[in-house]
């Protein structure tokens, strides 16, 4: 039986939530020859093969995490023939390294498997706010607009609210909205004085889906216009 020789695997990348993983092998069968991290909405680990994979192979056991993920949500798909996509359906935990071993057992349709198990690392960045609205200091804010802010992972939206807070002081709405591995929440204040300065904070108790938190608060503030 021939062997599947690994010949590089890209070890402790470090990815966005929003990349994805894949392993490619050379036209000629068995070899996975490298790693690449297409841009792409929520973070895969995706195998494509020389040769298609055997249907039997995409049974469990092939691919093993560590406990680090507790209570993860993993759906290993074919995309084609010759390809498995490992995709965590609310994206991965922010600020972890992740190990995912590959078996050996993992079959092509013309018999050649692993020479041996396989582990791919990476690890994921920091949990944060990456946009805004308004922008931090932003000037002439109608006195009816919405709030809104995204974070780059999919977050825990019970923590939100209590996360957040306005000053000087207003009552609002949330609504919460996630997609692609992110999640966008929208507030909607009672009311906002004019030519006012709000400062929004968004603070630590803030987690993504998985229960990690902001290494720190994030404040931007806005004034509004007469």
């Known amino acids: 039986m021939k062997k599947l020789v690994v010949v590089l695997l890209m070890l402790l990348t470090f990815i966005s939530c929003k990349d994805e993983i894949t392993v490619i092998t050379s036209k000629q069968p068995g070899k996975i020859v490298g790693t690449i991290l297409p841009k792409e909405a929520i973070a895969t680990v995706q195998l494509l093969q020389g040769e298609a994979i055997s249907s039997t192979s995409t049974t469990n056991g092939i691919f093993q995490f560590e406990d680090v993920l507790p209570g993860i949500s993993?759906?290993?798909s074919p995309s084609y023939s010759s390809s498995m996509i490992i995709s965590p359906i609310f994206g991965w935990m922010a600020d972890t390294t992740i190990n995912i071993t590959v078996s050996k057992l993992l079959e092509e349709i013309n018999g050649a498997t692993l020479e041996s198990d396989t582990t791919i690392s990476f690890t994921t960045p920091k949990l944060?706010?990456?946009?805004?609205?308004?922008?931090?200091?932003?000037?002439?804010?109608?006195t009816t607009s919405v709030i809104s802010v995204e974070a780059n992972y999919a977050l825990d939206e019970q923590t939100i609210k209590n996360a957040i807070s306005i000053s000087p002081n207003v009552d609002f709405q949330i609504s919460t909205y996630t997609r692609y591995g992110r999640t966008e929440f929208r507030l909607y204040p009672t009311h906002l004085n004019p030519n006012t300065k709000y400062t929004v904070t968004i603070d630590q108790s803030l987690t993504d889906f998985y229960g990690v938190p902001l290494r720190e608060d994030y404040i931007f503030s806005f004034t509004t216009k007469e």
Not at 128 to 142: K, R, S
């Open 74 to 76: 993993v759906e290993i």
């Open 128 to 142: 944060e706010i990456v946009e805004t609205f308004p922008l931090n200091n932003q000037y002439y804010i109608d």
